[in-house]
């Protein structure tokens, strides 16, 4: 074993620059693997650690205002609750911080404490007057709403003043950047901030176990048949809150696992390549050490450690490099849910990842090493060099045809005469490009998505009433401003849809809606009252199709509707349904829009006209321009794919580079020759570049295709997750030019990596090399 | 002294115009602890035969690779066709090479994954993209090896791969060939073939230097001896006798060959 690992100690310091590109391209795929599976190992078990801690909710209610909340203390018995919390009065509360209003269902509540969805303080206190009330950290955090900041009430004519005096985190909530936000006051306090029209009750129910999706559709079904029919308003269960919490790392976790693989191809490809590169350079010394003694088994072994050794060395800086990176999006999950950060791996994982990675590696190396081992030695020290590859004559003579330079004729002809070796290198290629190509296309798609999402381009103001102020007095403001050309005007009601346990949140929309920009995936938009759209998620839960009928209930009284469309949309994971505002005409209380899209004029000042109308109304309804920015979890998601492309373009360039390195040094006798006869050292340079922009040329077209298709795929899982089809124009963001100039790009950067090798080649000491014989 | 007209016309010391001069050439390799050459200055004038003839390590590789443009003095110059080597980089000596040398190796060097047509061809078409089939399938028929044409390098023998290889260095028409150890690598009677291609090409008109370590051969073909030794010159003989036999006096300071 000594004389083994001695020779292949020896050997490794010989070829230092093959053993830097095993080092790099190891630490770059083991560094995104582990990133993957730390993330997919750590992400679920904070969150349930929480919930269990925290005692969430699996099930949350609303209840109509008129249900008698005796009958609501009943509640927890008649449908099998383990513990319950409630029934809490609660209200809509509109308020004012700085120049902005918002909205939060209000809850009143003596303590953060209790039997179900616990509280947990993240900072200050509890209110202890009717005068306080507790946030959201994510949401103080994410509006920058201190401690100490005193909100305007709005929502009810007396606009009392609540002083932030709390912030908690709740488990049974996403994050403020996907969901909207609760808030807890003292329950003496609710009376003074509610309207008729504003309050509601609520109650958080715990059952045995981890109830699933069907069982919680089940016992949302008994609490209704224990009700007055109406009585529920809204609900929603903690396997909805989970996955929205945890769905930007699910996404992720799926596009570095996707990737990860990827990157372990073209790594197995590199050493395979690498490997039989040195076992074709060193055939005489195979002969010499099989005469010396070494066993097949042994000569196997001093190619193969070659490989392990920078192997093993990338793996134990690639793990730790790995597991430190997923650490950010890790403490952004606990810091949602207000656990202290501790950083978050498993040992037994990542040596899982280790022996994992350098098996792979070895059974990559192991292979072409055999080749070595088997070789006769008779046969290696007569013949000294390995066969020689194919002589590429087919490929030259097409290239003689184009009319191409000698030098380039040459260097194609080269390419391709290892296939094998060639074949390995295009992959590595091919799947460098075909990641570039997704992170060029998903982010897009995501922006598209997004414009759709936040009406980019459709509507530049948005503005938000209070109850206290009539729609029909924003309307006046709106129209009477003359760069105003079009108001849609957007309602909500909770509908229960048969097949859905939850009840529905709709979109109610009057006016030009079509213009909004929603992208309608199969059939149409709605054209009037009583058609709806409706996302994939909920079409297949309800089991609905476009044309069916249905009949919902609101506040217990049936609602014909028709299903005319398929929408994207991810708010509740596709779980929404769009309406003209009119379907609702018959139900009471009568149902108002409380926010406005307003789309102005070409050529209008959005902040003057933003200014105009908060100034007609500076209490009652907040206006501002329109937020198309994209949210965290997308940018995070885009960053991710921008270094996955980084580092597997950056593996493609390094098997086309090693490929090279391998082909000029074994046809270093030939280039000698040529120089002798009046190869230029330019034209060596062109002839090695001439090798790799042919390589990367193969690999990117071949990868034009393997990326769209990819594309589509991630589109899919994507939307899929958020429970949407994919709209077709996200598919669609490719120009034609870029899918030809993407493949070029590849080949420049190719032919820049030859530049290395091609100089080596080019400065080969003609007299020295054809001399040495 | 028989000054009988030799190969291309010109009496010895008439017209003949100088193709090489090598001045106070100094080669020394390995950070001075060997010399290859030691002051050497030679001249080789057109139409010549000239062999330089010398014990192994003796220099006369490095002296032919010098005139070649393959290497660089220590010191000294390298004057050929009229151009003086020294300034000239990288791409021009390779040009040079192109325009002026034809090179034939001991051990053929000849591209394996061409063919022998290919092999032929290339220093043309790394000079230009006209075509040059036509003249590369005329040389092979010259050298009496038309019919390998297609064939690869590894399917011939040594004496045909010499042929293919002597083919490739005459393709540019080059002002001087240059042959080291040409039949080094041959058995006897390939070695005399390839040997009389080059008295036919010399007489032709050819400009040829030679370097063998075996006095036989020089003496047989040459009309001039260079003996090297030991990195400098200790011998220039022209043979101006139409026989030469290995008796003749040819005398290699230590050694006679009789």
Known sequence: MTAILVKAIADLRRRRVQAVVIFVTVLLSIGTGTMAVTLMSQTRDPYQTAFQAQKGAHLQVTFNPKTDPKLLAATPAAIGASAFGGPYLATGLEFKYGDRKYYQNTFGRDTPGGAVEVLKIAGGRWPRANDEIVLTRSFAELNNVPLGAHLRVTSVPQTPMLTVVGEVIDIDEGSADLSSQHAWVLPAAIPALTTPDSRFYAMDYRFPGDPTSSQLAGYVDRLRASLPPGSISGSVNYLLIRSIFNITNQILTGVLSAFSVFALVATIAIVAVLVTGIVISAYREIGIMKALGFTPAGVTGVFTLQIVIPALAACLLGIPAGTLVSQPLLANSSHALGLPYTPSFSISLDLLILVAGLLVVVVAASLPALRAGLLKPITAITNATAPRGGSGRRVRRQAARLGLPRPVILGIGDAFARPLRAVLTVVTVLIGVATVVVAIGLPRSFLLINNSETGAGRYQVLVSRSDAYPDSEVMRILNAKEETARVVAVGGQNVVIPGISDPVNTRLLRGDSAQLGYMVIAGRWFTAPGEVLAPKGLLQEAHLKIGDQVTGSVNGEPLQLRVVGEVYDISNLGRSLFMDLATMAAVRPVIDPFTYYVTLKQGTDVNAYVGRVAAAQPDLIDVHASDTSIIAPVKIIDSVLLVLAAVLALIGVGGVFNTLLLNTRERVHDTATLKAVGMSPRQVIVMVAAAAGLLALVGGLLAMPLGLILHHMLNDVISSSAGNDTPPGAYAVFNPLELGVIPLLAVAVAMLAALVPGRWAARTNVVEVLHSE | ?258
């Open chain 2, 1 to 258: 002294m028989d000054r009988r007209a030799i190969g291309n016309g010109h009496l010895w010391g008439i017209g003949m115009s100088e193709l090489v001069r090598l001045t106070e050439i100094t080669k020394v390799y390995q950070g001075g602890v060997t010399g290859a050459l030691n002051g050497v200055s030679l001249t080789v004038e057109e139409g010549e035969f000239t062999a330089v003839m010398g014990p192994s390590g003796s220099g006369k590789t490095t002296l032919l690779n010098l005139v070649a443009g393959l290497d660089r003095p220590t010191s000294g110059s390298v004057t050929v066709a009229g151009s003086d080597l020294g300034p000239l980089g990288e791409t021009a000596l390779a040009r040079f090479r192109r325009d002026h040398i034809g090179f034939v190796f001991q051990f053929f060097h000849l591209l394996p994954n061409l063919t022998v047509l290919e092999n032929v061809l290339i220093p043309a078409q790394l000079k230009s993209r006209v075509s040059s089939e036509a003249a590369g399938r005329e040389l092979l028929a010259q050298l009496g090896i038309a019919e390998l044409a297609d064939r690869y390098p590894a399917k011939l023998s040594g004496g045909q791969q010499q042929r293919v290889s002597i083919a490739r260095a005459l393709i540019n028409r080059p002002t001087l060939l240059l042959a080291d150890e040409p039949t080094g690598a041959l058995d006897t009677r390939s070695g005399d073939e390839v040997m009389e291609l080059l008295r036919q090409l010399h007489r032709q008109g050819k400009t040829v230097l030679l370097v063998t370590h075996d006095a036989k051969l020089a003496t047989r073909y040459a009309a001039r001896v260079v003996s090297v030794m030991d990195g400098r010159i200790v011998d220039d003989a022209r043979l101006e006798t139409a026989d030469r036999e290995a008796s003749d006096v040819i005398k290699v300071r230590g050694e006679e060959t009789r």
